[in-house]
């Protein structure tokens, strides 16, 4: 007797083969959707969301894409999220681990079609990764002691990120901005305290790191507009009218002449508050709230600079870079905290007005002004530089650095091709499998770039043959290339995670042999 | 149908509406509620054993969950039928009981069920396939009680629970380094486990994930894991020696519970009203202060002005920290938990030798470190992993893992896995069906099949010929007389399963045993359905 119904309505269920077939396609598709975003000539792409105005994204950043796409796969979504982890744990290689994901899984259905066990394939490829990241561990380099080599190290890393982005015809220059930066920071990873500001117009040459700190805010009216040598008090508070903050307190009044006194009695305490700042001896004051009217004019008359309503991660980074402590209290000035700077003053940047501070005390923070033709390109930028800053950052703290341009997979592949020789049993399929997988990385790159990809693999494959190659694919030429020579580089971390990872993911998809999708659940459409 | 007449002929009603209801009776209804269960438990049949597969389940809200856990798999499946659901309470409560075992319990209670609809068809009555059922559930629970072994263990040898351990983690997707996950499982439970009472409270086990990483990072903390960072971003980020004030009230003037009114209508009423809110606050962190506090956890959050206060004075400060973690800080730390400012005191001050704020990766993670607290008996397990799903897959398997640490620390005796304390039992209920007179004799031979269907489920998912392998097992089990014989699902060469180091614990095997014959008998008894129509 068949069960005629044992889900709720709508909710399905997909079995064994179909299971799985279901989310092979799934998975490709998203690998095969980001493939060509892959490499230095990689294509960008363009996405229009649902929401209101349709804003368009042009991006050739993975993990943006993916972020983006409404996808009901449920194995598409296990890539996805791999690559979001990628963005948020390296910050680079987004694209990389998605494909890599979707190769694997690609050979993986090869090898069920022909009857290998999903059990065995995984085993085969855990054992495969493993080796592959020993064989990478073997030629890794590592220049920490050698600051200059590093730095060099730092500046190839950074190219090679840049140059599959939108930035590439400026590599050199967005290079330095962002080693620049990092280096400011002085190992830490905390990227909050470089501040990227977009302007739009000019080209992106015009681009610029700033040793201060940039505040997207205007002076206030009849306050002065340059400031030397100053003070400045960092400051979150209410700046309108204090609210009695006891439970249940309210005014009750019972006639005009008392809600004036009232009122006075209002005034005069924030009067006596700007008193009370002022008395700090200060000549800047930056709140992260409002300032009203009145109180900003007793500044103006005060003479001090009053910045008012600067967000809270501004405030965060001024109170970092003068070296101030946030203030919400003011009784006692001889303990505050200020903040110094040799020199406020108000800059333009075509139309705009900002505030610039310069000289700071602590320079760990530091601003990077992109210019740029349009948003698109300005936002892209930003992406762009996120992912080479991110990637700096980590290699700051894991100085091992590996050579790019498809050097890194042919390594793993060849040690993975030696593994597959000396395994007995049928893991040696998925083994060899893997190395092919891995290979396909820089197919796809010769592909992108309008190679003949399977001649150059080729070649390079041979070379690799030999004792300690450095051949990659040199995209410029169009041949095979010495990557130390070309200078391309990419650092250990990103590629240990792209490996893991992607070999992570595919593994889970594959353990997967059924699918039970819950009905929806339905919502208020208000339409 | 349910129509009755009365005397004069008029019909009344018993069952209202009945033609928009569905309704099912006498052997139809047992073979229908047969069929959903059996249903159910195919579902879960091919995850079960190490080589078995994950399933993948969509949520209403598109959210993925790809696990291997019964209990789990069930949980979210959106069943309706009504003995899909008891099912799913099976799974359930072994889960609650137990917290593993939880995919093989329901396939034994499927496969009871496919037994039980042959003896149906045979016109045998269900009340006595049920008894025969119950007969056999208690040889079977003998049996094992005979074949279990006890093992000894001790704080300093660990070696057997870590076994153990690893034989549950082996079916999950961590199976990788499951040696480590052991571990760090046995350690936590023998952290806080309470050996003298042999009772191990699992509360004071944390398990926290973080995306990122591998899960070779997964590491054992001998302190408290918070996913919180300091209230104010320029307080200092590592305390040693750190004196804590636990409070659960916030940092902002009191609210009194009564209704009441502050009426301001004069100016000094409101200047002494602002004069007391400052100096309220004032008061409040300088009672932090003058206990000695050096670290505050508020589970409120503060205001802006006492935020900055504490920054003033030096007091680092944590706020909205949930009451579960509050409670664990304090188990942790020695500390009291401390509703008001006025009962502070010194004595009520954790104490932990490290608090530290660390950060993870590119974006703006932070998390709290509490370490080398006064009192260790809690500690945290801190899951690192490529994606959320593995991370939510790591959680259920440490979980199932640190129940089983827990179980044999209550209970020391084990029996060997890989479906040889099945196939034991199943000779010895076989054997002993013999000397049972009657109907019932037919029923504890079915029970002694359906004990054979997990082996043979195993043996099926390791890629093995079932039948075959599971005959050779059980003649050498009857010739050797040796219940260590199992299912070689690794491919390692040898079924003996002490070799292997494959063991389960003796009262999850009961309790499944127990657990699936009771629903069985509880499904067997119903014989009329009465659904209400679809609305």
């Known amino acids: ?527 | 149908m349910a129509l009755a007449f009365d005397e004069y002929g008029r019909p009344f009603i018993i069952l209202r509406e009945q033609e928009s209801k569905s309704r099912l009776r006498g052997l139809d209804a047992q073979k229908a509620n047969i069929a959903a269960g059996v249903a159910v438990s195919r579902i879960l049949r091919t995850s079960l054993g190490p080589k078995g597969m994950d399933k993948m389940l969509q949520s209403p809200d598109g959210d993925i969950t790809i696990t291997n856990d019964g209990a789990t798999i069930l949980e979210q499946m959106d069943v309706d039928n009504q003995i899909g659901k008891l099912m799913v309470e099976l799974s359930r409560s072994q889960d609650y009981e137990i917290g593993d075992g939880t995919t093989g319990v329901v396939v034994l209670a499927g496969a009871l069920l496919q037994q039980s609809e042959k003896l149906l068809e045979r016109g045998i009555h269900p009340i006595r396939v049920a008894e025969g059922f119950e007969i056999s559930s208690r040889i079977a629970v003998d049996h094992l009680e005979k074949i279990a072994h006890k093992f000894d263990f001790s704080a300093t040898n660990i070696e057997p629970l870590v076994q153990t351990c690893m034989t549950t983690l082996s079916s999950k997707i961590v199976n990788r380094c499951k040696r480590s996950l052991a571990e760090i499982a046995v350690k936590s439970v023998m952290a806080v486990a309470d050996l003298e009472r042999k009772d191990v409270n699992l509360d004071l086990i944390k398990v926290e994930g973080k995306v990122g990483g591998k899960l070779e990072d997964t590491e054992l903390i001998y302190g408290i894991v918070v996913d919180k960072d300091m209230s104010h971003p320029q307080m200092p980020k590592q305390i040693e020696d750190a004196k804590i004030a636990i409070l659960t009230c916030p940092f902002e003037p009191p609210k009194p519970k009564t209704k009441h009114k502050v009426d301001i209508d004069t100016v000094e009423k409101f200047q002494t009203l602002r004069k007391q809110e400052q100096k309220y606050f004032d008061d409040m962190v300088q009672r932090c202060k003058d206990v000695g506090a050096t670290l505050v956890i508020c589970q409120w959050g503060f205001d802006d002005e006492a935020n900055h206060l504490l920054m003033h004075r030096n007091l680092p400060a944590v706020r909205w920290v949930g009451g579960v973690e509050l409670e664990l800080i304090a188990i942790a730390t020695g500390g009291r938990i401390v509703p008001r400012f006025q009962e502070l005191t010194t004595e009520k001050l954790g104490k932990a030798g490290l608090v530290r704020e660390k950060a993870f990766g590119t974006t703006k993670d932070r998390m709290l470190y509490i370490e080398h607290c006064a009192n260790s008996k809690a500690v945290t397990v801190f899951i690192r992993g490529g994606n959320k799903m593995m991370i939510e897959e790591t959680k259920r398997s440490i979980h199932d893992a640190l129940c089983v640490a827990r179980n044999l620390i209550r209970n020391n005796s084990i029996v060997y896995g890989g479906g040889a304390a099945e196939i034991s039992c199943s000779i010895a209920v076989e054997t002993a069906a013999d000397k049972y007179p009657g109907v019932e004799q037919y029923a504890i031979r079915a029970f002694a099949d359906a004990l054979d269907s997990v082996p043979m489920a195993l043996a099926e998912n390791s890629g093995l010929q079932p039948i075959e392998t599971l005959s050779a097992v059980k003649a050498q089990q009857i010739k050797e007389s040796n219940h260590c014989c199992g299912i070689d699902c690794n491919d390692t060469g040898t079924n003996n399963m002490r070799e292997q180091n494959v063991f389960e614990t003796l009262i999850g095997k009961q309790q499944q045993i127990l657990l699936a014959t009771q629903v069985v008998k509880m499904i067997l008894k119903i014989d009329d359905v009465i659904s209400p129509a679809d609305y």
């Not at chain 1, 924030?270 to 004019?297: A, S, T």
């Open chain 1, 1 to 527: 007797m068949v069960v005629e119904k044992l889900f709720k309505d709508e909710a399905t269920e997909e079995k064994g083969e179909r299971a799985r077939m279901a989310s092979f396609v799934g998975a490709m598709a998203i690998a095969d959707l980001v493939k060509t975003t892959l490499g230095p000539k990689g294509m960008d792409k363009i996405l229009q969301s649902t929401g209101r105005g349709h804003s368009v994204t042009v991006t050739n950043d993975g993990a943006t894409i993916l972020k983006s796409l409404h996808i009901d796969n449920p194995a598409a979504k296990v890539l996805i999220d791999i690559s979001k982890v990628q963005d948020d744990e390296v910050g680079d290689g987004t694209t990389s681990v998605v494909v890599l994901a979707g190769e694997l899984l690609r050979e993986a259905e090869k090898l069920v079609g022909s009857k290998i066990h999903p059990m065995t394939i995984i085993s085969g490829y855990r054992m495969a990764a493993d080796c592959a990241r020993r064989a990478l561990l073997d030629r890794v380099k590592d220049n920490k002691d050698d600051a200059e080599k590093f730095r060099s190290d730092l500046m190839r890393i950074a190219m090679t990120t840049l140059s599959s982005k939108i930035l590439s015809q400026d590599k050199e220059h967005f290079a330095k901005l962002a080693v620049d930066a990092v280096m400011r920071l002085k190992g830490s990873t905390n990227l909050e305290s470089i501040q990227i500001i977009k302007k739009a117009g000019g080209s992106l040459k015009d681009s610029f790191l700033d040793e201060g700190f940039i505040l997207d805010k205007k002076i206030g009216l009849g306050q002065p507009k340059r400031i030397e040598n100053a003070n400045i008090l960092v400051a979150n508070t209410a700046m309108d009218t204090d609210k009695v903050k006891i439970y249940g307190a309210r005014v009750r009044v019972d006639s005009m002449a008392k809600v004036a006194q009232i009122e006075g009695a209002e005034k005069e305490k924030m009067r006596e508050k700007v008193q009370k700042i002022i008395g700090h001896g200060i000549n800047c004051f930056v709140n992260r709230q409002l300032i009203y009217n009145f109180p900003e004019e007793l500044f103006a008359d005060a003479g001090i600079l009053a910045i008012e309503h600067a967000d809270f991660n501004g405030i965060e980074r001024l109170a970092l870079v003068t070296g101030g402590e946030i203030a919400s209290t003011f009784d006692n000035p001889e303990s505050v905290k200020l903040g110094h700077c040799k020199l406020i003053e108000e800059i333009m940047i075509d139309e705009d007005k900002l505030i610039h501070f310069s000289g700071v005390e602590m320079g760990q923070a530091c601003t990077i002004v992109l210019r740029g033709a349009s948003f698109h390109v300005l936002d892209e930028a930003e992406r762009s530089l996120h992912d080479a800053l991110c990637v700096l950052s980590q290699t700051v703290n894991d100085s091992r650095v590996l050579l790019g341009g498809g050097w890194p997979e042919m390594v793993m592949a060849k040690a993975v091709d030696e593994l597959a020789r000396k395994t007995p049993g049928k893991k040696s399929h998925a083994i060899e499998a893997f190395s092919r997988a891995l290979i396909a990385i820089p197919t796809t790159i010769a592909d992108n770039a309008g190679l003949d990809s399977a001649e150059l693999v080729a070649q390079l494959r041979a070379e690799h043959h030999k004792e300690d190659s450095n051949a990659g694919i040199d995209v410029i030429t169009g041949s095979v290339g010495d990557m130390s020579e070309l200078g391309i580089s990419e650092a250990f971390k990103v590629k240990q995670a792209v490996l893991l990872s992607a070999t992570e993911a595919s593994e889970m998809i594959l353990r997967v042999d059924e699918i039970i999708t819950c009905a929806p659940r339905r919502r208020e459409d208000r339409m």
